[in-house]
């Protein structure tokens, strides 16, 4: 059965605490693993899109990197406006469908 | 660019009447459109797959008589909640495939669902 299981499910951060998210899958024709970023009350936001075990993609403190099991999204110096849940989805051949994970929230404090 | 939008963002309703949700794909067309719900603290729930001039298919467990969807553009779908309830509280939450083959989402802002 396919699944996505994110940790830890919440983190608490101090600012300009460096950490990283995890992502674990397991999927069969996996077709993408997606990061979204979700503030309370408000719809995901698109993050990054990996294809390939070993790819990495970097937007301002964030980076994400892809291996065959699991996913890290690793946040660099973050500051306080990084505080969201960060939501993983694997996108699957079998169904078509996006799998989502249950979340991470992060909150990072000043 | 990707751009979705929902409405309204939020809507208050009487317990039996219907409410219809509106999401538009502003710069771009979206042959398929994917509708969620989301109760607190929990991740989404996909409901439905939404295709241009097709039928939905709804997940196992919807009711597709409570829960209309049509999709009659490129750029516009619709939920319907018909003979609403308490129970359909919650937030919905509309996407759309960015581009043919991709799995990639764009998601709306969300519609908030009070049923009184």
């Known amino acids: 059965e396919d699944q996505v299981t994110q940790s830890p499910e919440a983190l608490r951060l101090q600012e300009g605490e460096s950490s990283s998210l995890n992502c674990s899958y397991t999927v069969s024709g996996l077709r993408g693993l997606f990061w979204y970023r979700q503030d309370p009350g408000k719809g995901p936001e698109f993050l990054f899109t990996l294809y390939s075990a070993g790819e990495e993609k970097e937007k301002e403190r964030l980076k994400a990197t892809l291996t065959k099991k699991e996913s890290f999204l690793h946040i660099t110096a973050p500051k306080p406006e990084d505080s969201a849940t960060y939501l993983c989805?694997?996108?699957?051949?079998?169904?078509?469908?996006?799998?989502f994970g249950q979340g991470t929230t992060l909150q990072v404090k000043p | 660019g990707a751009v979705v939008s929902q409405h309204p963002s939020w809507v208050i309703c009487k317990s039996g009447t219907s409410v219809k949700i509106e999401c538009r794909s502003l710069?771009?067309?979206?042959?398929?459109m994917f509708w969620y719900r989301q109760f607190p603290k929990q991740s989404l729930m996909l409901m439905a797959t939404?295709?241009?001039?097709?039928?939905?298919?709804?997940e196992q467990g919807v009711e597709k008589d409570k829960f209309l969807i049509n999709h009659a553009s490129l750029t516009l779908s619709t939920l319907t909640v018909t003979s609403a309830h308490p129970e359909d509280s919650s937030f919905y939450i509309c996407?759309?495939?960015?581009?043919?083959?991709?799995?990639?989402?764009?998601f709306g802002p969300g519609t908030r669902l009070t049923v009184t």
């Open positions: 710069d771009f067309q979206a042959t398929t």
């Open positions: 939404s295709n241009e001039g097709s039928k939905a298919t709804y």
């Open positions: 989805a694997c996108g699957s051949s079998n169904t078509g469908k996006l799998i």
């Open positions: 996407s759309a495939l960015g581009t043919s083959g991709s799995y990639e989402q764009y």
